[in-house]
T-cell receptor, first 114, second 117 residues
């Protein structure tokens, strides 16, 4: 079985400050890793994913996440946030053996203060 | 990108009534759709996998007679919560799968908030 832990339910930061949203997972099998974002009143959107290769993956809007196998972590970072980054962020995993099954973390609400 | 809609976005009903939630893929065909439930401050939990033209596959602990799923076309799946009770109050989210990739890509709807009084 797999599980995903997002320890921070809410993260308030000031605009232009850096941010890190933490994600740890537990799995007895190999998994793909994802970050999804949910803007207010919208569906979840895929932000970035780690499938294989380079452990550092980046999104088009400045977010990046690094897969750390030894620490079973996939933390999401951005060096300078904008008001428009205000959203709920979900970390998720999919086991190699069941590519349609997504196991989500409980989400982290990122709120940006001007 | 692919768009998935849900209707209604929110619904309030009395205990004992049934509620139907629709999930539509607007610009693509989805042979498989998924239904999730999210309680406050908790993860999205997969309830069932819905395949067009066949019976849905329910996750362990989900009552198939209470949560009726119909996937009659390649663009529409419905979830009916029968004889709803206050404990069924939750946020219900659907997704539609685009197959042919590994892993599959799922596109999510905006969710439906159900409140049972």
């Amino acid at each position: 079985a797999q599980s995903v832990t997002q320890l921070d339910s809410q993260v308030p930061v000031f605009e232009e400050a850096p941010v890190e949203l933490r994600c740890n997972y537990s799995s007895s099998v190999s998994v793909y890793l994802f970050w999804y974002v949910q803007y207010p009143n919208q569906g979840l959107q895929l932000l970035l994913k780690y499938l294989s290769g380079s452990t550092l993956v980046k999104s088009i809007n400045g977010f990046e996440a690094e897969f750390n196998k030894s620490q079973t972590s996939f933390h999401l970072r951005k060096p300078s946030v904008h008001i428009s980054d205000t959203a709920e962020y979900f970390c998720a995993v999919t086991p190699y053996s069941s590519a349609s099954k997504i196991i989500f973390g409980s989400g982290t609400r990122l709120s940006i203060r001007p | 990108g692919a768009v998935v809609s849900q209707h209604p976005s929110w619904v309030i009903c009395k205990s004992g009534t049934s509620v139907k939630i629709e999930c539509r893929s607007l610009d693509f065909q989805a042979t498989t759709m998924f239904w999730y439930r999210q309680f406050p401050k908790q993860s999205l939990m997969l309830m069932a996998t819905s395949n067009e033209g066949s019976k849905a596959t329910y996750e362990q602990g989900v009552e198939k007679d209470k949560f009726l799923i119909n996937h009659a076309s390649l663009t529409l799946s419905t979830l009916t919560v029968t004889s709803a009770h206050p404990e069924d109050s939750s946020f219900y989210i659907c997704s539609a799968r685009v197959s042919g990739r590994n892993p599959d890509t799922q596109y999510f709807g905006p969710g439906t908030r159900l409140t049972v009084l």
